[in-house]
């Protein structure tokens, strides 16, 4: 069995920065790519960010040079680098690991409010 553990949510105030990390722990193997992807209040999910095992990346145009993302292979870890953080960006923050199988994690809840 796979779990996704992610921590760095909470409330930051407008320009803000947080870190998000996800760790992925159980019988996992081969990880293709791990990502982020968010959830805003009555919106679709969308996609944040994501890297490969080589570490190519990918990101959403939004967050383009304010957001890094960045992985440990040998700690099955992702995270998420996010600064200048806007109000429209507070969501449900979901890590996703994709192996053999597609695993998400239970989410966590950035808020960025003053």
């Known amino acids: 069995q796979v779990q996704l553990e992610e921590s760095g949510g909470g409330l930051v105030q407008p320009g803000g920065s947080l870190r998000l990390s996800c760790a992925a722990s159980?019988?996992?193997?081969?990880?293709?790519?791990m990502g982020w992807y968010r959830q805003a209040p009555g919106k679709q999910r969308e996609l944040v960010a994501t890297?490969?095992?080589?570490?190519?990346?990918n990101y959403a145009d939004s967050v383009k040079g304010r957001f890094t993302i960045s992985r440990d292979n040998a700690k099955n870890t992702v995270y998420l680098q996010m600064n200048s953080l806007q109000p429209e960006e507070t969501a449900v923050y979901y890590c996703?690991?994709?192996?053999?199988?597609?695993?998400w994690g239970q989410g966590t809840q950035v808020t960025v409010s003053s």
């Open positions: 890297i490969t095992t080589v570490g190519s990346t």
């Open positions: 159980g019988s996992i193997c081969r990880i293709n790519y």
């Open positions: 996703r690991v994709r192996s053999s199988q597609d695993y």
